[in-house]
């Protein structure tokens, strides 16, 4: 099976700067990638996704890198908003269907 | 588009009752998953339909969870008796693809606390 698991639960960042939220996958044959954000009482949302024969995709204001050496992921955001402010999750999938998500990160951006 | 949509937004249910959470899928969705969130968990997969079929139930707790899709817009997740170590946030989603590998798209959830 696949897990996933984040490297870190909290992160806090100042309005303006740039957040970085890593991500570690066991799974070598995961081939899909996904970064959600979930807002309080709120779905996880889709931010960016990435397939494994890519390394680095762009967004707005998004960017998420795929190191499958290493198997690392990680999701940037450039001049973090406090609309940022949310619970991050990365999610692998292998095979069909089934995502495996990690813990998420909360990230917390002071004014 | 209304997106995935989920009712109850909130369900406060007493132990033993049956609880039925709703979910319809975006329009041409074709999959459905149904996901369990607890702060214990995280996000856990429950059962998957491709075209109203459910493929994998091996998620389902137990045979206290029963889920269905009688038609392409509808699915319900039915618990009885409930528990309250069934409280959690329960999650719709549907996709395009069978394989999911268009990034799902979530619903808003139901909240159930089992009292």
């Known amino acids: 099976g696949e897990s996933v698991g984040l490297h870190l639960p909290t992160l806090s960042v100042q309005e303006g700067d740039n957040s970085i939220i890593n991500c570690a996958y066991s799974?070598?044959?995961?081939?899909?990638f996904i970064w959600y954000k979930q807002e309080s009482g709120k779905g996880p949302q889709f931010i960016i996704d990435?397939?494994?024969?890519?390394d680095k995709r762009q967004g707005q204001r998004v960017t998420v890198l795929l190191n499958k050496t290493v198997k690392h992921l990680s999701l940037q955001i450039a001049a973090t908003q406090p609309g940022d402010s949310a619970v991050y999750f990365c999610?692998?999938?292998?095979?069909?269907?089934?995502?495996?998500f990690g813990a998420g990160t909360t990230v917390t951006v002071r004014a | 588009d209304a997106g995935v949509i989920q009712s109850p937004r909130h369900e406060v249910t007493e132990m033993g009752q049956e609880v039925t959470l709703r979910c319809k899928p975006i329009?041409?969705?074709?999959?459905l998953f149904w996901y369990r969130q607890t702060m214990m968990r995280g996000l856990e997969l429950l059962i998957y339909?491709?075209?109203?079929?459910?493929?994998?139930d091996s998620g389902m707790p137990e045979d206290r969870f029963s889920a269905k899709m009688p038609n392409a817009s509808f699915s319900t997740l039915k618990i009885q008796p409930s528990e309250p170590r069934d409280s959690a946030v329960y999650f719709c989603?549907?996709?395009?693809?069978?394989?999911?590998?268009?990034?799902?798209?979530f619903g808003s959830g139901t909240r159930l606390t089992v009292v």
């Open positions: 989603a549907s996709s395009t693809e069978r394989q999911g590998r268009d990034g799902y798209t």
């Open positions: 799974n070598s044959a995961s081939d899909y």
């Open positions: 990435i397939r494994s024969n890519m």
């Open positions: 999610a692998a999938l292998s095979g069909d269907y089934k995502l495996s």
């Open positions: 329009s041409g969705h074709n999959s």
């Open positions: 339909f491709n075209n109203n079929v459910p493929i994998d």
